[in-house]
């Protein structure tokens, strides 16, 4: 599966940005796909998933801002991302597991990653 994210950008706090993670290798998307962000000098760590039952699961830090979903038809991930706090500043990389449930929202299982797409936010 190949993974390629867009819509990243500035933006200052309190606004919001939409990225998107555009999946192909398959007619429709059959994986647990994950959104991950790395700020410089700092681990890399979870952002939001969601199975192919829609079940999604979210980093208390960004819950109740951010909304992650899927259109089948479009082959896209997406992250909503709402209220944007400088500290969401970050690279942000799609990433897929080759199974159809997620269970932990770690890297380490997950098996495919973009190349990631940088989001900015001022104060």
């Known amino acids: 599966v190949q993974l390629v994210e867009s819509g990243g950008g500035s933006v200052q706090a309190g606004g919001s940005l939409r990225i998107f993670c555009a999946v192909s290798?398959?007619?429709?998307?059959?994986?647990?796909m994950g959104w991950f962000r790395q700020a410089p000098g700092k681990e890399r760590e979870g952002v939001a998933q969601i199975s192919t039952t829609a079940s999604t699961y979210y980093a208390d830090s960004v819950k109740g801002r951010f909304t992650i979903s899927q259109d089948n038809a479009k082959n896209t991930v997406y992250l909503q991302m709402n209220n944007l706090k400088p500290e969401d500043t970050a690279m942000y990389y799609c990433?897929?597991?080759?199974?159809?449930?997620?269970?932990?929202?770690?890297?380490?299982?997950?098996?495919?990653w973009g190349q990631g797409t940088q989001v900015t936010v001022s104060s």
């Open positions: 290798g398959y007619t429709r998307i059959r994986n647990c």
């Open positions: 990433a897929a597991r080759r199974s159809l449930y997620c269970t932990v929202l770690a890297g380490s299982v997950y098996n495919d």
